[in-house]
């Protein structure tokens, strides 16, 4: 057996040709194949079979290496089973592929929402979250710092959000003007209702903050405004503004009060009407008094 791979493949080759001869006569079927392969390996095949024709390679007198003779591997033989057992029409395959796809139709995701106008979307309810246990630190607290006041609860900010209903939007002088002094939420709803009872019963009436005309404002502009014809105010609120007092008088003859040439109502302790509500008819009373004098 020759060790020239040149004639090696030149076997291989002859071997693989009759033994398609032998499998794929003409009666049998047939192994397809697009054109560019074919004449791709058909090429290969004669060039092959010009070289072993065109330079023979002599064998060498004595081998380089001396091996023991073994003998030969068999020649592997491929299964008789027909490869294609029938041929594929090619005119089958060329219609299956102009066929047009079937439509798919996607299907829309749409929101569900609930039937019932009222009805809202089901939240799931939230979950506890365990308290800490703050007992240790509280008690490390007071001891070492005993003048701090500690809060076991978050304070309300309600009393807040009340007064800063004094101070949204533009600052608009009415002819009546209730002054409020950082009362409570309790005494700032009543105030509000009064004037709210003013506007609606005798004259335009707003509850102003006094920090917020003295910041915004100032008191003389306060007091010389085109608009503003009467004043109504607590003892406590004016006692407690020392440039208001400023602006405060009285008249002796007819005890009558001023806050520069406004004229002025002094009012109680709003905790007063609480404690004692029939003294709010009183009230009313000479407010409708006070408003009614030119």
């Known amino acids: 057996m020759s060790n020239n791979p040149i004639e090696l493949l030149a076997e291989l080759i002859n071997l693989t040709k009759k033994h398609i001869d032998q499998e794929f006569t003409a009666s049998a079927a047939r192994v397809f194949s697009d054109s560019e392969n074919y004449a791709y390996y058909k090429n290969y095949a004669l060039q092959g079979k010009q070289a072993v ?3 023979p390679q002599p064998k060498p007198s004595e081998p380089l290496v001396t091996t023991k003779q073994t003998k030969s591997s068999p020649v592997y033989n491929p299964p008789t089973k027909d490869i294609v057992s029938q041929p594929v ?3 089958k395959i060329a219609t299956e592929l102009k066929a047009p ?3 798919v139709k996607q299907t829309e995701k749409k929101e569900v929402l609930p039937t019932n106008k009222n009805q809202g979307l089901n939240l799931e309810p939230l979950v506890k979250i365990n308290e800490t246990d703050l007992a240790d630190i509280k008690k490390l607290m007071v001891e070492k710092y005993p003048s701090q006041v500690i809060l076991d609860d978050i304070p309300s900010d309600q009393a807040a959000k009340t007064h800063s209903r004094h101070y949204n939007g533009h600052l608009k002088v009415e002819e009546v003007v209730i002054l409020s002094f950082n009362e409570n939420t309790k005494q700032v709803d009543f105030l509000d209702n009064l004037a709210r009872a003013i506007s609606t019963m005798i004259a335009p009436c707003a509850v102003i903050s006094a920090n917020r005309i003295e910041f915004e404002l100032g008191w003389q502009d306060f007091l010389n405004h085109q608009n503003l014809k009467r004043v109504i105010a607590t003892y406590y609120g004016l006692s407690g503004s020392e440039e208001l007092r400023n ?3 009285e008249q002796n003859k007819n005890a009558k009060t001023f806050l520069g040439n406004i ?6 302790d709003i905790s007063i009407y609480f404690q004692n509500p029939h003294l709010k008819a009183n009230l009313w009373y000479e407010i ?4 009614s004098k030119n």
């Open 89 to 91: 029409a090619i005119e």
């Open 288 to 291: 409708k008094q006070f408003l």
């Open 247 to 249: 602006h405060f008088k």
């Open 263 to 268: 004229p002025l109502m002094l009012l109680s």
């Open 53 to 55: 024709k065109e330079n």
């Open 101 to 103: 796809l079937p439509s």
